[in-house]
């Protein structure tokens, strides 16, 4: 069956320095993957989307790579601030439908 | 400019009473897509609508659990007797176009069975 795998640890790391989040998937052939932030209580809030056909999506501070063979993408965030801290799935599709990482929580300590 | 409107943002209920939760998409999209998050978990797909259409139901639990989309005002999800496994927080999340991905979610619904 379909599986795509967060780090369930959270991720600690001081302020300034780059964060790095994996999502892995199996068993799936997505169109696009896509990350979003979701705050606590809140619902998520899309950040970047990057297509099969795309290595790497750059917004401001964030970066998405996209490796169809290792089916692995990674999710950057440079010069990172306390504000940064949330927790941030991962998202794949091809049919409409997404379905989500169970994600990884960020923690930028100042 | 509103975004994704749920109501309500919190719902309790006693075991066999029913729950609606509303969802009124942003202005100019017709897809609907339903999620169902536990505490301390991803986001789970129950289901996918378009206008008056149920597109994917494949996340739907096969019982007490329904869903529409109507021609006219928002979508409902719509759980009968409800039991303490159905607490959880209900996103509604809306898109223009499903080909170009983004969706756009709401501030979600608690429910919490007593």
């Known amino acids: 069956s379909q599986k795509i795998e967060q780090n369930s640890e959270a991720l600690n790391i001081q302020e300034g320095k780059t964060a790095t989040l994996t999502c892995n998937y199996t068993n799936y052939s997505p169109a696009y993957l896509q990350w979003y932030r979701q705050d606590p209580g809140r619902g998520p809030v899309f950040l970047l989307l990057?297509?099969?056909?795309?290595k790497e999506k750059r917004k401001e501070r964030l970066k998405v790579t996209f490796d169809t063979t290792l089916k692995q993408s990674l999710f950057h965030i440079t010069a990172s601030q306390p504000a940064d801290s949330a927790t941030y799935l991962c998202?794949?599709?091809?049919?409409?439908?997404?379905?989500f990482g169970q994600g990884t929580t960020l923690q930028v300590k100042p | 400019n509103a975004g994704v409107m749920q109501n309500p943002r919190h719902l309790v209920r006693r075991r066999g009473q029913e729950a609606r939760l509303r969802c009124s998409p942003m202005k100019g999209h017709s897809h609907v897509y339903w999620y169902r998050q536990l505490p301390e978990e991803g986001l789970k797909f129950m289901v996918y609508l378009q206008k008056e259409n149920i597109i994917d139901e494949s996340g739907m639990p096969k019982e007490r659990f329904s869903a529409e989309f109507p021609k006219e005002g928002p979508s409902i999800l719509r759980i009968q007797q409800v039991v303490r496994g159905d607490s959880a927080a209900y996103f509604c999340?809306?898109?223009?176009?499903?080909?170009?991905?983004?969706?756009?979610f709401g501030e979600g619904s608690r429910l919490t069975v007593l």
């Open positions: 998202a794949l599709s091809n049919t409409g439908k997404l379905i």
């Open positions: 990057i297509r099969e056909n795309e």
């Open positions: 999340a809306s898109s223009r176009d499903p080909s170009t991905g983004e969706l756009f």
